[in-house]
């Protein structure tokens, strides 16, 4: 059972433009909420965070939307940059470590 | 320079043998993490280490070892490997208190 759903694999958009990137997670218990960022051949690297206190948390470019009642967030990037293109991960912390449960990713490509 | 690091970054070894995965890290994050990144699954959890001498397991452990005899080090250990650990492995550390997550730049593991 996948708690953390990204159901785009991928996502295409034009320099300039807004790029939004979903997330979906079943698990009403989670309370914190981060999106990484990965390069080709590279580790994952921490871009922002939503508290499930908050509904919204803003970070120069990037944006992070949360809807508790739909059990949905979203990332946005404006104005998308070619240096954004990589795979998008939303995750949530839970368990007695506060381990990350992943979802499966979305690769953004921005076309100059 | 200060961080985490795998070693090595690419392997590649037979069916059947054992084979050992390195990381260490310099912040005394008390928090380390294993993780498999596979098409259409994200990163999947192997163990976790939340103190020296302490491990447990996370979503996919099997056919995997871990130890930690010092806060710095967490190796992961295949002991048989397979075809189906063919993965890039990821390499994690938090400190206390802190939900973000510092990824290592990950190993290409190829059974062949």
């Known amino acids: 059972d996948q708690q953390v759903k990204q159901n785009s694999p991928s996502l295409s958009v034009q320099e300039g433009r807004i790029s939004i990137l979903n997330c979906d997670y079943t698990n009403s218990m989670f309370d914190y909420f981060l999106w990484y960022k990965k390069y080709p051949a590279e580790g994952p690297t921490f871009l922002i965070s939503i508290s499930s206190i908050k509904d919204k948390n803003e970070d120069g470019r990037f944006t992070v939307f949360l809807n508790k009642s739909a059990k949905h967030l979203s990332l946005h990037i404006v104005p998308s940059q070619p240096g954004d293109s990589a795979v998008y991960f939303c995750?949530?912390?839970?368990?007695?470590?506060?381990?990350?449960?992943f979802g499966s990713g979305t690769q953004l490509t921005v076309l100059p | 320079d200060a961080g985490i690091t795998q070693s090595p970054r690419y392997k590649i070894t037979e069916t059947g043998r054992q084979v050992t995965l390195m990381c260490h890290q310099t912040w005394s994050h008390s928090y380390m993490f294993w993780y498999r990144q596979d098409l259409g699954h994200g990163l999947r959890l192997i163990y976790y280490s939340a103190a020296a001498d302490i491990t447990d397991k996370g979503e996919v452990p099997d056919g995997y070892v871990v130890s930690r005899s010092k806060t710095e080090n967490f190796p992961l250990t295949l002991e048989s490997a397979t075809r189906s650990q063919t993965s890039v492995y990821f390499c994690?550390?938090?400190?206390?208190?802190?939900?973000?997550?510092?990824f290592g730049p990950g190993t290409r593991l190829t059974v062949t």
């Open positions: 995750a949530a912390p839970s368990g007695s470590a506060r381990q990350l449960t």
């Open positions: 994690a550390s938090r400190k206390a208190g802190d939900d973000e997550q510092y």
